[in-house]
């Protein structure tokens, strides 16, 4: 017999009473009796984009089976009809696929970038499968797709997914160039709104974020403005560094410092760096012998 069977009556009452009262409160989408996407298939379909992308160790067969019922649900949660989710998915994944052959190639060129600038590195092989930086960036360029077709949640959900496994925080709207190359990862947050160019670097702790956000007459935020910055061709940003704003604009070549905050647009060739900190060393005195 089942344990709730076993509950008094009273229990049973105050049971039900608390989860109508949780119901009551809770989003619009998870009162839904329709299914929302799953985490954990979403998880699974980011960690196995990752090998069939760079190592070929999984079929796509098993991605697009993980990722197309995920996608109806996604697109049902939007108040759509099963039948009409379920056509805007297989449209979406049908663009998807027709996409991927030109995310591997871009993605083979983020690997080169990251072997060339990384002399720890001491294969290929060692990049695709112990680098966060590669891992995070090969889903947020399916993510980023998924974006840009419009399909709800699925793109944020990868983006999430790969963000909890490497600690590199990349919005799927962000648009990055190719051979874009994050050195170790951790902390590193690129907004909704970035635009990175090509062979661009960027280091631990970094942040591409936003400002100020924009809003209506009646207070509310504007949604879908340019808030974070632009970095140009081959930027180099150094670990801790935090640049915002969407109206700034980091010039070809330029190299910004470890630890400063840019809020205006660099030229470009520039070196950004903070200001002079003397340092002082003293030595500590002898301790008393016992």
């Known amino acids: 017999m089942s344990s709730r069977a076993n509950q008094p009556p009273a229990t049973l009452r105050a049971i ?19 299914r929302l996407p799953s985490q954990s ?5 980011a960690h196995q984009l990752h090998h069939v992308m760079l190592s070929n160790k999984v079929e796509m067969e098993e991605v697009v089976e993980l990722l197309h019922p995920e996608m109806v649900c ?37 690997l080169e970038g990251a072997f060339e600038r990384d002399p720890a590195a001491r294969s290929r092989a060692e990049i695709v499968l112990c680098y966060p930086g590669i891992r995070a960036l090969c889903v947020h360029r399916v993510a980023h797709e998924l974006h840009r077709l419009r ?15 490497t600690g590199i925080d990349i ?3 962000a648009t990055i160039g190719s051979g874009f190359f994050i050195d ?8 909704e709104t970035a635009v990175i160019g090509r062979n661009c670097t960027l280091y631990q702790g970094v942040t591409l974020g936003a400002r100020r956000f924009d809003r209506h007459a009646d207070g509310s935020i504007r949604r879908g403005s340019k808030r974070h910055p632009t970095l140009r061709d081959n930027v180099t940003v150094y670990a801790n560094a935090t640049i915002l704003g969407g109206d700034t604009i980091i010039g070809r070549g330029s190299t ?13 060739n520039s070196i950004v760096k903070p200001a002079r900190v003397e340092l002082t060393v003293a030595r500590r005195g002898r301790g008393r012998a016992h």
């Open 41 to 45: 298939a979403i998880a699974w379909a």
């Open 151 to 165: 399909v709800p949640l699925v793109d944020r959900m990868l983006s999430e997914s790969a963000h909890d496994s």
């Open 184 to 191: 170790h990862g951790t902390s590193v947050v690129i907004g």
């Open 171 to 173: 919005h799927p709207g």
């Open 256 to 268: 910004i410092a470890a630890g400063v905050l840019v809020q205006e647009s660099v030229p470009a």
């Open 74 to 110: 996604a697109f049902m949660s939007a108040s759509t009809s099963q039948r009409i989710g379920t056509a805007r998915a297989n449209r979406s994944m049908c663009a998807l696929l027709r996409a991927l052959p030109k995310i591997q190639r871009v993605l083979l060129v983020d």
């Open 16 to 34: 039900q009473y608390a989860s109508r009262a949780l119901r009551r409160g809770a989003p619009c989408e998870a009162r839904t009796r329709r």
